[in-house]
């Protein structure tokens, strides 16, 4: 889909926010959750915590069907204006087709969340609607002025002023200019639902993706398998966010992830940019998919601006 996204509106004080949990289990973190409450409050928004979020069934924030029914509500629900998933972890591609958009659709909402989340912000893109990579709950640090850029870059893109990037220089940038839709999110995700409906079709967008905890030969077969695929044959451009916590195999790999990344892609001109602080680390800046964007990477910087606010 190329077409212009429908945009959810921007919040205002008074609005009210939907906390929900479509992934791993939220087991003692209560105290994230309330924090996060009382960021939003802060922010003069009115805030919902989903009746399931503190559940536990096994791996997960309750059953399949508890984890939808939350979901669900906030997205049927005319009163509430942004779901933000209090965490990822695993989870959500098992419910995913299980979620009708016929009442969001007449209400449109903003989706707030990383990692797992990347499956409900390919499935709203193919639905044809914006969302937010962006911090969840359980990313808040009990001094938040750690994570000042990050929050304020948050509450930047749910207001309605997405703020724009001034990437650090990176040896392995390929430079060159590029607009088109944001897509992406986390890798594993990415590659998880190629062949599915919800796989994202790149053709004349800029993918953004991120990854934490593989080796480089699992970042590898991840793109190789994307590049057979055709997942890159008419994309625009892209932006690498953090590779967190790679793992060590006992035969090395031989080369940085960025290399990596360079010769999978080396058969294609569109421009290459790294140092995108989005991800797996405390300063994990906020994107809006399906957002048009400008990217300009030059010899000594990268520009990333929205071009539709």
């Given amino acids: 889909m190329t077409s212009t996204l429908i945009q959810p509106t921007y919040l205002q004080a008074g609005d009210t926010v939907a906390i929900v949990a479509p992934s791993g289990v939220l087991k003692n973190r209560e105290g994230e959750v309330q924090q996060a409450v009382a960021l939003l409050k802060s922010w003069g928004l009115y805030v919902v915590v989903g009746k399931h979020v503190f559940k536990q069934s096994n791996h997960f924030a309750g059953t399949d069907d508890e984890r939808c029914e939350d979901i669900q509500n906030a997205l049927d629900d005319p009163t ?20 009708d958009y016929t009442k969001f659709k007449n209400h449109p909402k903003w989706v707030i969340g990383y990692s797992d989340i990347t499956a409900l912000h390919n499935q709203l893109h193919n639905n044809g609607f914006k969302s937010i ?15 000042a ?26 430079i060159g200019e590029a ?11 990415l590659h998880t639902m190629l062949g599915s409906k919800e796989s994202l079709d790149t053709s004349n967008k800029i993918l953004f993706i991120e990854e934490i905890g593989e080796y480089k030969y699992h970042i590898d077969r991840m793109l190789q398998s994307m590049k057979r695929a055709g997942y890159f044959e008419n994309c625009k451009g892209l932006i690498v966010g953090d590779m967190s916590r790679m793992r060590k195999n ?7 992830v960025e290399q990596l990344i360079l010769d999978v ?17 405390k300063k994990n800046l906020a994107l809006t998919l399906g957002m048009t964007v400008e990217l300009k990477v ?3 910087k990268t520009l990333v601006s929205f071009i539709n606010k």
């Fill in 80 to 99: 509430i204006s942004a779901i933000w998933c209090a965490r990822g972890g695993y989870g959500t591609v098992r419910i995913l087709d299980k979620l």
């Fill in 133 to 147: 990579h962006a911090i969840m709950c359980v990313s808040l640090t009990k001094d938040l002025s750690e994570i």
């Fill in 149 to 174: 850029d990050t929050v304020e870059t948050f509450k930047a893109a749910l207001f309605g002023y997405p703020k724009d990037y001034d990437l650090d220089y990176s040896p392995y940038n390929k």
């Fill in 179 to 189: 607009k088109g839709q944001l897509v992406g999110g986390n890798l594993t995700i």
């Fill in 250 to 256: 006992t035969t090395l790999w031989g080369s940085s």
């Fill in 265 to 281: 892609l080396k058969d294609y001109d569109f421009p290459i940019t790294f140092n995108m602080p989005a991800g797996h680390e």
């Fill in 298 to 300: 030059e010899k000594d």
